[in-house]
């Protein structure tokens, strides 16, 4: 699940990653430069043959090329993409309406903070509230139609539940983000995966837990590793270690627009 997630398949085997990279360095808000685009091209190599061993590096390219100016400290921004992306949540970087909700997602369990709910909603949808995947997936947080029946609920009170009602919609990507974790917990534990546990949840929310446990771990693919590390590379603007202030969100639908979706 990412932006674009339900467009047909690319052809050629890395150009997914490309839209990947794309998606994390840019972070729909950000003209990509040429040391952005040859960055681009790294990150395809990397991936087609030495896994992600220089991912953390890539990264800060990407976000010192397309964001230059923000004053980041190097060191700083790469340390945010190792961690666990519990850091607090720079208020400048997402919509002010949208800033409790992203906290209090981010608060449902300890592995995943709101750095890393704000992180995945650019990743998915360039917080384009009204936005419509291919495969159905809605809102700003583009969960498939299923996993939002079962996640979602009525947060504002408005009568009725909809992946298009972005608070709706960024609760249930808290709740299954951390009923992901919570796989990953135990995938860990008994030995049947390894990694970080944020990783496997966020492989699983892109690809399908079942994906990861088959993988013992994230996968070993493009659109796995990508994904994962298209949110990564995202924490340093919403923790503040090299914030990019948010500007021009997209018109939100009103209630009576949405389609409603029956509560779980």
């Known amino acids: 699940m990412s932006l674009g997630a339900g467009q047909p398949p690319d052809e050629g085997g890395t150009s997914r990653t490309v ?8 972070g729909f808000g950000i003209l990509l430069s040429p040391l952005a685009l040859l960055s681009t091209t790294v990150i395809v190599i990397i991936f087609g043959g030495l896994g992600v061993i220089l991912a953390p590096l890539i990264a800060l390219i990407l976000l010192f090329s397309g964001g230059g100016d923000s004053g980041g400290d190097p060191n700083a921004v790469m340390s945010s993409f190792q961690g666990d992306g519990k850091g607090e ?20 369990c300890d592995p995943v903070g709101p750095v890393v709910i704000a992180a995945q909603i650019e990743r998915e949808s360039g917080w384009n509230a ?22 979602g609920k009525d947060e504002d ?61 994230v996968p070993q693919t493009n659109e796995g590793q990508g994904y994962v590390l298209g949110v990564r590379a995202l924490f340093a603007k919403y923790d503040g270690t090299a ?9 939100t639908p009103s209630p009576s627009a949405s ?3 029956p509560e779980s």
């Open 157 to 217: 009170d408005n009568g009725s539940t909809s992946a298009l009602d972005p608070k709706d919609s960024i609760m249930a990507q808290g709740r299954f983000m951390c009923d992901l974790a919570d796989q990953a917990q135990k995938l860990i534990d008994s030995g049947a995966a390894t990694g970080k546990v944020l990783d496997l949840a966020l492989a699983g929310y892109d690809e399908g837990m079942d994906t990861v446990r088959a993988a013992r771990g």
């Open 19 to 26: 839209r990947n990279t794309l998606a994390a360095g840019t």
């Open 243 to 251: 914030p990019i202030p948010f500007s021009s969100p997209p018109a």
């Open 89 to 108: 949540l720079d208020s400048e970087t997402v919509p002010s309406d949208l800033e409790d909700t992203i906290n209090e997602a981010g608060g449902l």
């Open 259 to 261: 389609t409603p979706t």
């Open 130 to 151: 009204s936005l419509t995947g291919l495969n159905g997936e809605q809102g700003l947080s583009q969960l498939p139609p299923d996993v939002f029946k079962q996640y």
